[in-house]
């Protein structure tokens, strides 16, 4: 509730011989309170008093979300209604967006005051900046769940995304003189040839026989299973069963900002959490080459059944970035174009979607939708989006027959 002023205050002669003043008003709870002055005079008593009235006017108007900046208002819904509700790394993107796509561009703006124009302005000044596609749509998301909660609240009385088409990636890469591909042309995966590079060096050994590339066999297991980097980290021992040549995808890991509640500390910090998806809560097969990374990697490093199948040294989940790092580590040595983590994903559910060629010449092949429910995918219609490509030498010769 807001506070409300019920008087202007009213001035009284004490017995003392002083002077006395009350303003009376309703608290943020409804219950009725006062404010009492005192003075030598009337006159000292009265301006008290005004002044008085004057900031509690000025604290109510301060109070409605409508006349705050949009600098002040947006940080306080993502305080007080994004962090509580969502996963603290997407609370860490929401944050970026804010800081980075927004506040410089409208911070200072009022909320009340905001209209389609504005938002078009700002989405126009990042596509020129060139932010990607991902960027702006995200920027655009973060204003349309925040404009939708104020007109819930009845904070606004116009939704000024109402005025602001949806970003279709297509006009937005348009727009950035950029070509528009198909999804599955835009992934990167390892030839066959840079697979055995890679292989080679991640098992490559010291004189000694320490191992070059710590725990290099976790890239193998990615390779040949499809695991996310979340989900690689997120195994503990107990979760596979080698009799069975399974693992199951329980649980996640990944690095957020520091923080003593929505107060940024300096640093970052491992938190274990759930699954990207309700569908990536999966069991996923393991082939021969999988079980010898999982047992190479238990060779390396064990701490029990309860503990991750790829620790650091003391036995804890390992950071997404150290695994990251060694990853480039052993592309770099292995004279391998730099790609993501995640091309071992792609480049294992491109080979289940393409096949691979047995020795009498047939092909081995999964369907997309088996693709998904080991890839952990909500639909088969993703899986195709991104390693189905379309073959139009297939066409040729079809509407034979079909002259009308």
Same mark, same amino acid.
């Given at each position: 509730?807001?506070?409300? +002023? ?7 002669? &004490? ?34 008093? $005004? ?9 109510? #108007? ?18 007080? =209604? ?14 970026? #967006?804010? /800081? ?32 990607? =596609?991902? $960027? ?20 606004? /009385?116009?939704?000024?995304?109402? @005025? ?63 695991? &996310? ?26 690095? @957020? ?10 640093? &970052? ?28 990697? &238990? ?29 480039? !580590?052993? +592309?770099? @040595?292995?004279? #391998? ?5 995640? !091309? ?20 081995? @092949? ?39």
């Amino acid at each position: 509730m807001q506070k409300q +002023l019920l008087t202007n205050g009213n001035a009284f002669k &004490r017995t003392d011989g002083r002077w006395g003043g009350v303003v009376w008003y309703k608290d943020e709870k409804g219950e009725r309170k006062r404010k009492s002055f005192s003075g030598t005079t009337k006159a000292e008593v009265n301006k008290k008093m $005004t002044d008085y009235i004057t900031k509690f006017e000025e604290e109510i #108007i301060d109070a409605i979300e409508g006349n705050k900046t949009v600098k002040n208002s947006l940080l306080n819904y993502l305080q007080v =209604f994004k962090y509580p509700n969502v996963e603290r790394v997407t609370y860490d993107r929401n944050e970026q #967006i804010y /800081k980075n796509q927004i506040v410089p561009y409208m911070g200072k703006l009022i909320v009340s005051n905001i209209t389609g124009a504005d938002i078009k302005r700002l989405i126009s000044t990042l596509t020129d900046k060139g932010y990607s =596609f991902s $960027t702006v749509k995200q920027t655009y998301n973060l204003l349309n769940e925040y404009f939708d909660y104020l007109m819930r609240e009845e904070f606004i /009385k116009k939704n000024p995304m109402n @005025a602001v088409p949806t970003i279709k990636k297509s006009n937005y890469l348009a727009k950035q003189n950029k070509e528009v591909l198909p999804v599955c042309e835009t992934i990167t995966v390892f030839t066959d040839e840079e697979i055995e590079k890679f292989k080679e060096e991640a098992y490559k050994k010291y004189p000694s026989g320490k191992p070059k590339h710590n725990q290099a066999s976790a890239y193998i297991l990615m390779l040949n299973t499809g695991l &996310r980097t979340a989900e690689a980290l997120g195994l503990i021992n107990s979760d596979i069963d080698l009799e069975k040549k399974v693992m199951h995808i329980q649980r996640g890991v990944k690095e @957020a900002q520091k923080r003593d509640g929505t107060e940024r500390k300096s640093g &970052r910090e491992i938190v274990v959490g759930k699954l990207k998806t309700a569908s990536s809560k999966r069991i996923v097969p393991l082939n021969e080459t999988a079980i010898q990374a999982i047992i190479e990697l &238990r060779n390396e490093r064990y701490f029990g059944e309860d503990a991750p199948l790829i620790p650091d040294a003391d036995g804890n989940f390992t950071r997404p970035l150290n695994l990251r790092k060694r990853f480039y !580590s052993i +592309l770099d @040595a292995a004279g #391998i174009e730099k790609k993501g983590l995640h !091309s071992l994903r792609h480049t294992f559910a491109t080979k289940l979607v393409t096949g691979v060629r047995a020795e009498d010449g047939t092909v081995k @092949a999964l369907t997309p939708r088996q693709v998904a429910d080991l890839l952990g995918h909500t639909t088969s219609e993703i899986t195709e989006m991104y390693y189905v490509k379309r073959n139009t030498d297939m066409l040729m010769g079809v509407t034979n027959g079909f002259e009308l």
